[in-house]
């Protein structure tokens, strides 16, 4: 069966002239993998529709909010519930309280949240409340780290180790300028010394570090839950916030923080993706204390006319009521461990990755799997790259980069995960 896309290529060529490159997000566009974008109609459990009928199983799934699958008959009951007594008031309600209320339960030590409607707001509003709080103007990021489209988050080094704020920090886009660039220190990943040495010379002028402590943007790159407590007591001694973007993993792989879990306690939490259950809604968690710094009560501005909206508060209440259940995430856990063993059993032997819980990152050579983004090979990128239209030939819908992850839903199965490494063998045996 070969899948022709006549009616998906029309709509992206149209899309072309309206919307720059035919997407509204980056990563939706195929740069990396070539061809076009597909256009979707419609979508249920794994499988997402195309304009054309083409059916694919999604391990994509909007890039991580779809924890339950697409259009969960109790998320979407509770959309169409919530939907016809209004889309928004710019006014309270009582699911903000009930919205509120389950994040502060589900982070310990946490006493208030504020809702957003996306992770990027989330991010933004957390780097503002640590200089608020701290007086500071710089923030730490690591390489390959990834925190929305935040102006001074979108930033790299410019050489591997310590790279000066004053002295090079470089915008990794056009549009920021380097007096906004230059606040943003970029750091490796997993090089507790590089961090020490920062503070001893800066510490006074860092507001906070931010990070996600599972990072999951730039492939999986794992971190020690050692280097995650080297943070937290590099950050205290020197008076700066430690903030943890969970977009991603926040109550993807345990109810509630991947980082709480490996026994670090940040000063904030951003959240977005999954706390929204497929609609837009982002959180900033953190102490009364912190979070009462923010208008009205405290002097950090922070606002939004669709803030806790009733719509996004029904799909996300009734996506964390489902992920109470402890066996949902062991299921979870268990696919992950399903595709690891199969991928293991196929013998070829670059034809792996790395697995945590429900995140799968194909990274398709043989060596160590990086845990810095400076240390992926190239070579596992082309071939990811080279097989990804065999993938869609063959029913699958991955994220179209080497270097995004695979998220898994309690709606996949073994049979859908049999089929995905079926796939990757196959196309494996016609890479040149
Ligand atoms: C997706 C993501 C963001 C940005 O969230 P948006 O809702 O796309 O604005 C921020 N941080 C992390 C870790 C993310 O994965």
Redesign the pocket.
């Known amino acids: 069966m070969t899948y022709q896309r006549t009616l998906s290529n029309q709509w992206y060529d149209r899309a072309t002239e309206l919307i720059p490159g035919g997407v509204n997000s980056p990563v939706r566009a195929f740069k990396s993998v070539g061809g076009k974008p597909i256009y979707f109609a419609k979508a249920h459990g794994v499988i997402v529709t195309d304009v054309d009928g083409n059916a694919y199983t999604d391990f994509c799934l909007s ?2 909010p779809l924890i339950l699958g697409h259009a969960d008959p109790e998320v979407v009951a509770a959309v169409q519930a919530a939907a016809p007594l209004g889309l928004t008031y710019g006014a309270c309600h009582p699911g903000e309280v009930a919205m509120a209320e389950a994040l502060v339960g589900a982070f310990p030590g946490m006493g208030m949240a504020r809702l957003v409607s ?4 989330a ?1 933004m509003t957390a780097l503002r409340l640590a200089r608020g709080a701290t007086g500071r103007p710089l923030i730490v990021k690591f390489e390959g780290g ?3 489209h935040v102006d001074s988050l979108l930033v790299k080094a410019g050489s591997g180790l310590v790279t000066l704020a004053d002295s090079g920090s470089e915008a990794s886009t056009k549009g920021v300028p380097k007096e906004v660039a230059g606040l943003t220190i970029t750091l490796p990943f997993d090089d507790l010394p590089a961090v020490e040495k920062l503070f001893a010379e800066h510490g006074e002028r860092i507001a906070a570090i931010i990070l ?1 402590p599972l990072p ?2 730039n492939g999986l790159l794992f971190q020690t839950d050692a280097f995650l407590a080297g943070l937290r007591s590099i950050t205290a001694k020197h008076g700066a916030l430690l903030i943890f ?1 969970e ?2 993993s926040g109550f993807r792989l345990r109810y509630g923080s991947y980082g709480q879990g490996a026994g670090v306690q940040p000063d904030l939490i951003t959240l ?2 999954i706390v929204g259950g497929g609609m837009p809604l ?1 959180a900033i968690v953190g102490s009364t204390q912190l979070l009462s710094l923010l208008a009205p009560v405290g002097p950090v501005y922070q606002a939004g006319t669709l803030s806790g909206n009733p719509v996004s508060i029904a799909a996300g209440l009734a996506t964390l009521a489902k992920l109470r259940d402890p066996a949902l995430y062991r299921r979870l856990d268990q696919l992950g461990a399903y595709l690891e063993h199969k991928l293991q059993a196929t013998g070829i032997e670059w034809l792996r990755g790395r697995r945590v819980g429900s995140i799968f990152w194909p990274y398709f050579d043989v060596g160590p799997i990086p845990n810095r983004a400076d240390a992926i090979s190239p070579v596992a990128v082309q071939r990811f790259n080279g097989m990804y239209h065999l993938m869609l030939q063959a029913g699958l819908y991955l994220p179209p980069s080497a270097y995004e992850v695979l998220f898994l839903s309690s709606r996949h199965t073994e049979a859908d995960i049999d089929r995905l490494v079926a796939a990757w063998v196959s196309a494996a045996a016609q890479l040149p």
């Open positions: 890039w991580g996306s992770g990027t707001e991010v990834y925190h929305g996600e999951a943007n973007d977009v991603i977005g993706k982002g």
